[in-house]
């Protein structure tokens, strides 16, 4: 039975380096993200998403996208986007600590 989950809770990067946020359980059928929010306060800074394996081997899911605070975005390019079993979402963000992301999910 398909459940919906928060993903990623308010979490907010560190480095300029892809983090992973979350991993797909390797059991499942893949996650199907339901929403998505990524909220700036203050400056001007970007972000992007990728999904896959590893950082290295992940894909760019949502491009640099820049944000100029206060602002939150919601990029429709993810919603619905399937993260396969065992796979995880990786957010790199320009500066650490200066965008918090929030996302959902249906566990399949």
Known sequence: MATIVAI??????????????YTSPAAGGGTRITSFTASLITGTHTY????????????????????????????LGIIGHLVPAGEKIFVQISTGTTITVRATGTEL
Do not use: C, L, Y
């Open 48 to 75: 992007r998403v990728f999904v896959g394996a590893t950082a290295i081997a992940a894909k760019e899911i949502i491009p640099a996208t820049g944000m100029r605070g206060p602002e939150n975005d919601s990029p």
């Open 8 to 21: 990623i809770d308010g979490v907010q990067n560190t480095v300029n380096t892809a983090v992973d946020m």
